[in-house]
């Protein structure tokens, strides 16, 4: 099964996952399943720092290697719900992207979310490691971006400000935070260094995953 919270031998689902090195463990028949342990890469920031600009030449750069997907499709409904964090709409990101997992690419998940939502999570087991790059900018710059979105995204002024908090709470907090989130400054470069930096940082990553991997 691909859902990696089912047994494949007994089918029982698991709440709270068991992973010990590469196998997922059953607590209830004891099953052992290998399964690929990958890292997942968060480009996360806030909303109108480059996100959705950089992720399809981030698509378009690393076919093959990784697979970009936007974190918003999933943003239903169903999964909105009213705790803080949004646990539900975490959880099941992270379950498919295990899932795309064992089809041997990583992925690079493009959206607003922060160590402290998947660190906690049961489905955080599922991966070697999650890594973090923020995009971020100057508050000014990033407000005027957000006013001149089309109205149907529905940026009004209590939206922008609360934006705004975020971007400079993670541009002040984001580098102490655990694990660290690495930012990078959009205010003044290209969309092609934007691009060009994510691109480095996923394959940096990756190398070092690698490293790691072969080491132990």
């Not at 990784?66 to 959880?91: C, Y």
């Not at 089809?103 to 690079?108: A, D, K, N």
């Not at 609360?162 to 205010?187: H, I, K, Q």
């Amino acid at each position: 099964m691909l859902d990696l919270k089912i047994c494949p031998g007994c089918g029982d689902r698991a709440e709270l996952p068991v992973v010990e090195g590469e196998r997922l463990v059953c607590a209830v028949c004891g099953h052992r399943a290998a399964f690929h342990r990958l890292p997942l890469l968060a480009l996360t920031g806030p909303s109108g720092a480059g996100k959705s600009t950089v992720g399809p030449e981030l698509a378009r750069r690393l076919q093959g290697e990784v697979v970009v997907l936007e974190q918003d499709v999933l943003w239903t409904g169903a999964l909105r719900d009213d705790v803080d964090g949004h646990p539900a709409f975490r959880s099941t990101w992270l379950r498919m992207a295990a899932m795309i997992h064992q089809s041997g690419r990583p992925v690079v998940l493009c959206g607003t979310v922060v160590p402290a939502e998947f660190e906690p999570l049961p489905e955080r087991v599922f991966f070697s490691g999650i890594h973090y790059l923020a995009l971020v900018a100057d508050s000014g710059v990033l407000a005027r971006r957000l006013r001149g979105r089309p109205a149907w995204r529905g940026w009004d002024e209590p939206r922008i400000a609360e934006m705004l908090a975020f971007n400079e709470w993670l541009r002040r907090e984001g580098r102490s935070m655990s694990p660290p989130v690495e930012l990078y400054d959009t205010t003044t470069v290209s969309l092609a260094d934007s691009v060009e930096h994510a691109v480095r940082w996923v394959r940096r990553v990756l190398s070092r995953e690698i490293a790691r991997s072969s080491a132990s």
